[in-house]
C-alpha cells in the first residue's frame, strides 16, 4: 500500500464533510472499520451493524458503496475501464440527480458544440462525465454564465450562438 490507513480515512471523512450529517458518523466509523489490516471482535460487530443499517437504508447503502469505489480507485484495486465505467455511473446519477436527464442526442451535441469551440477533447459519446462537466464550468466561466457544470437551457443557447 503507497499510503497510510490514516491518510486515507482521513480522505474520506474530508469528503464526507459535504454529506448529510444523517450519515457522517456511521459513515466516518465505516471509513475508519474498512482501511484497517486486523478487526478486533467488537470492530467486526460494529461493521457488521453498518451493513445491516446499510441494507435498510438505499442511502447509506449509495455512500457505503461510493466510499467502497474511492477506496478501490486510491488503492489501485481498479482498472482504466473499471474507473470510467464507475465515473459514466456517476454522470449518469449526476443527470438524474440533479433532474436534467437529456436525452443522448443532447448531451452529444453538447459535448460537439464544447469541442468545436475549444473546450472539450473527450470522446463525442453523450456521456456527461467529469471531462465534460469541467469543460461546461469553463465554459460557462469565459462567458459569465452560472457556472454549474450543467449544460441547461441557458447554457446551450451560448454554445450554438457564441
Not at 454529506?19 to 482501511?35: E, K
Request: glycine share 6%.
Amino acid at each position: 500500500m503507497d499510503c497510510p490507513a490514516n491518510d486515507l480515512t482521513n480522505d474520506l471523512i474530508e469528503t464526507l464533510s459535504c454529506t448529510s450529517y444523517t450519515y457522517f458518523d456511521t459513515l466516518a466509523d465505516y471509513c475508519r472499520l474498512s482501511v484497517q489490516a486486523d478487526l478486533s471482535e467488537r470492530d467486526v460487530e460494529q461493521l457488521d451493524h453498518i451493513y445491516a443499517q446499510a441494507e435498510g437504508d438505499p442511502n447509506l447503502n449509495f455512500f457505503i458503496h461510493e466510499l467502497d469505489a474511492m477506496l478501490a480507485e486510491r488503492l489501485g484495486l481498479l482498472d482504466a475501464a473499471q474507473i470510467e465505467q464507475y465515473s459514466n455511473q456517476q454522470a449518469w446519477l449526476r443527470e438524474h440527480l440533479e433532474g436534467v436527464p437529456y436525452d443522448k442526442a443532447y448531451r452529444e451535441e453538447v459535448q460537439m458544440l464544447l469541442s468545436k469551440r475549444g473546450f472539450y477533447s473527450g470522446p463525442i459519446d453523450g456521456v456527461l462525465g467529469d471531462r465534460s462537466r469541467i469543460a461546461v464550468q469553463k465554459f460557462q466561466a469565459t462567458h459569465a454564465l452560472k457556472v454549474d457544470g450543467v449544460p441547461g437551457r441557458v447554457t446551450f443557447t451560448a454554445l450554438q450562438t457564441r
